[in-house]
């Protein structure tokens, strides 16, 4: 018979990634997941705060969080859950979260869309830019 391990963690929405990372890559590339069933193939982890998983997925595709990935925790591509874990995450101000979730529903609606003309992917790049100029806020950094 099959058995389903650990049925509190599947159907449940959070966010993952691959578990190897293009060599060359830029970004850690985390998604939203949707209530499916987990594989080892894409890694998950869930919320268990107020905060949305929008927010892990906005500060974990930052480029502050990935020189920081790669610099201190690994940097190998195998991108692991403990590996993930060592991460700090600053929890927002009400300000703060309401910026990081408006630039994070831009971005999703345009990647939704078909990038069909330039102005679109010059759109996305620059609300990118903007995100990723929060982040950094959100940690202090201010460049």
């Not at 403990?82 to 979260?97: A, F, G, S, T, V």
């Amino acid at each position: 018979m099959p058995v389903v391990r650990n049925p509190q963690f599947n159907f449940r929405e959070g966010f993952c990634w691959n578990n190897v990372l293009n060599p060359n890559a830029r970004l850690l590339k985390v998604k939203l997941k949707s209530a499916t069933v987990n594989d080892v193939g894409a890694m998950s982890l869930y919320s268990v705060s107020a905060l949305p998983n929008a927010f892990f997925v906005s500060v974990l595709n930052s480029n502050l969080i990935f020189d920081y990935y790669r610099e201190f925790i690994n940097c190998t591509v195998n991108i692991q859950i403990n590996d993930l874990r060592q991460i700090p995450i600053i929890i927002p101000n009400e300000k703060e979260l309401d910026i990081i979730m408006t630039l994070f529903e831009e971005i999703y609606s345009l990647k939704k869309q078909d990038f069909s003309s330039k102005s679109d992917t010059k759109s996305f790049e620059l609300i990118e830019s903007d995100l990723d100029v929060a982040i950094n806020l959100l940690y202090g950094i201010d460049i």
